[in-house]
């Protein structure tokens, strides 16, 4: 299975100890389905990370998300960013990446906890939270 995972759910897998974004990337890392990134995605997470509200709070330095963030660009598809997307997320023109590079890499899911994209339907694409794809994944 190949999955585009947003930015949020990702960094929520990072700082959280445990749930279904953190466990959703232990089965990343287990090898148990492939993470599609681009350079967009992977720039909005080490943003995040590093904004000193989050790493403050947490505790990460920027060792470990420059770590994570490298971990992401090598054992992940890898993709270039999706270039002009056609607008998707009609309450968040930004998110319209996300669909596009599931489109374009046949992603069989985009795991998302935004609300923006409740409601969207993308023929062959399922847009489900971190929850709802783990029962998928065998867990």
């Not at 920027?62 to 993709?79: A, G, M, T």
Request: one cysteine or more; charged letters at 25%; aromatic letters at 6%.
């Amino acid at each position: 299975m190949q999955i585009v995972i947003d930015a949020d759910c990702l960094i929520a897998g990072v700082l959280a100890a445990s749930g279904a974004a953190s466990r959703l990337l232990d089965l990343w890392r287990e090898g148990v389905f492939e993470l599609i990134a681009c350079p967009q995605l992977v720039g909005e997470v080490r943003k995040a990370l590093r904004d000193s509200r989050i790493s403050s709070r947490y505790g990460i330095t920027p060792d470990e998300v420059d770590e994570f963030c490298k971990r992401l660009e090598e054992e992940s598809i890898w993709l270039a960013n999706p270039i002009d997307p056609p607008r998707m997320v009609p309450s968040d023109s930004g998110d319209d990446y996300l669909i596009q590079l599931a489109k374009e890499s046949r992603a069989d899911a985009l795991v998302t906890r935004d609300h923006h994209f409740n409601g969207i339907v993308v023929r062959g694409l399922e847009i489900l939270p971190p929850r709802a794809i783990l029962p998928r994944l065998g867990v």
